[in-house]
């Protein structure tokens, strides 16, 4: 079974400043998915960005970005230039290459930018 | 579709009723998923839908739970017997082929509250 882990509950950015999210992994699986979800207050998950496992390029969408270093099981997420509709909750998700296509998502980080 | 619909956006029902949620899809997405969000936690898998078979129903915490998608388009989750602790957001999510990398586009949920 995989599980994801966010470390950190709850983080806070000054508009326009940068901001890194943490999330790692474990999993037996060789070839999986790695996804960035954000959850506003209106309940809907969007996708914010998503990682192939077998790129070793660093997946980026714009001012998002990520870290994704295979080895160390770790997944995190850059955003830069912070803006105030970035506040969310931000979950990141696993998903394995075959098989079971369900995601296994993290606790999840509660992101607040400030003006 | 615009995007994945859910209704009701709330549901209120007391303990021991009976609760259909319904869930719309994206226009041809093959793949459907339900997930259950708890208060301050991440979506957990419920059960996914490949057509009108429920390819993976292991997330389903027991017997009172069951899902249905007919025609291969809009999913119901039924929950019978409710009780207190099935309080939480209900998600759906649709996907065009339900493969791996795909995207799952999500809906805005059910709140449901079992008094």
């Known amino acids: 079974a995989q599980t994801v882990t966010q470390s950190q509950p709850e983080m806070s950015v000054q508009e326009a400043e940068t901001v890194t999210l943490s999330c790692t992994y474990d999993t037996s699986e060789s070839n999986y998915y790695l996804f960035w979800y954000k959850q506003p207050p209106s309940r809907q998950m969007i996708l914010v960005i998503r990682q192939e496992a077998y790129k070793q390029q660093n997946a980026t969408e714009n001012r998002f970005s990520v870290n994704f270093q295979k080895a160390a099981k770790s997944f995190s997420l850059k955003i830069s230039d912070s803006q105030l509709g970035d506040t969310a909750m931000y979950f990141c998700a696993f998903r394995p290459g075959a098989g079971s296509y369900q995601l296994t998502f993290g606790k999840g980080t509660k992101l607040s930018v400030i003006p | 579709g615009a995007g994945v619909s859910q209704t009701p956006s709330n549901k209120v029902t007391e303990k021991g009723k009976y609760v259909e949620l319904r869930c719309d899809p994206i226009s041809g997405h093959t793949a459907l998923y339900w997930y259950r969000q708890s208060l301050g936690q991440g979506p957990e898998f419920l059960i996914y839908f490949q057509g009108t078979g429920a390819a993976d129903d292991s997330g389903l915490p027991n017997d009172r739970f069951f899902a249905v998608r007919p025609e291969g388009s809009v999913s119901t989750l039924k929950i019978q017997r409710t009780e207190r602790g099935d309080s939480a957001v209900y998600l759906c999510?649709?996907?065009?082929?339900?493969?791996?990398?795909?995207?799952?586009?999500f809906g805005p949920g059910t709140r449901l509250t079992v008094l």
């Open positions: 999510a649709s996907s065009l082929l339900g493969l791996g990398g795909d995207e799952q586009f």
